[in-house]
């Protein structure tokens, strides 16, 4: 057990979860979880406010409890409360969404919860199946 731990939100997909959380926790060590259909889309433009108010109560609950040192925000390509890849003229204009996405959902953090880092994170299922974690900075 580790005296810093991280705080991960993630979107429930069994597509990418699976492969996602192992390298998400090679890469930052433990967290706490939270899972949520669209993941960072809850903080920018949720299907119902109540979402985005649970998200957050969620996360200052990890807060309290946990005292996570930064925030990880996860957004995946081809997630369904996007509308999937099909919705996309091409994966760089997918990617380029989400990465807007990701950063509007940090802002939305960083308004809430000013003292918490964030770090934002795109994952990707490339053409040889293979599951990356990318860091957008
Ligand atoms: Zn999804």
Redesign the pocket.
């Known amino acids: 057990m580790s005296d810093k731990i991280s705080l991960v939100l993630m979107?429930i997909?069994y597509r990418f979860w699976p492969e996602a959380l192992p390298l998400l926790e090679k890469k930052y060590g433990e967290f706490d979880l939270i899972e949520l259909?669209?993941?960072s889309k809850n903080l920018v433009s949720p299907t119902e406010e109540a979402d985005r108010t649970a998200l957050l109560e969620n996360i200052g609950i990890s807060i309290s409890l946990h005292h996570p040192h930064q925030i990880i925000l996860t957004n995946?390509t081809d997630?369904?409360?996007y509308g999937g890849s099909k919705n996309f003229k091409s994966l760089e204009e997918e990617i380029n969404f989400q990465i807007n996405d990701l950063k509007s959902a940090k802002d939305v953090i960083k308004q809430k919860f000013p003292e918490l880092p964030t770090v934002m994170v795109l994952i990707h299922r490339d053409q040889d199946e293979k599951i990356s974690i990318e860091e957008v900075v």
Request: glycine share 22%; with cysteine.
């Open positions: 979107c997909d259909a669209g993941a995946h997630c369904g409360m």
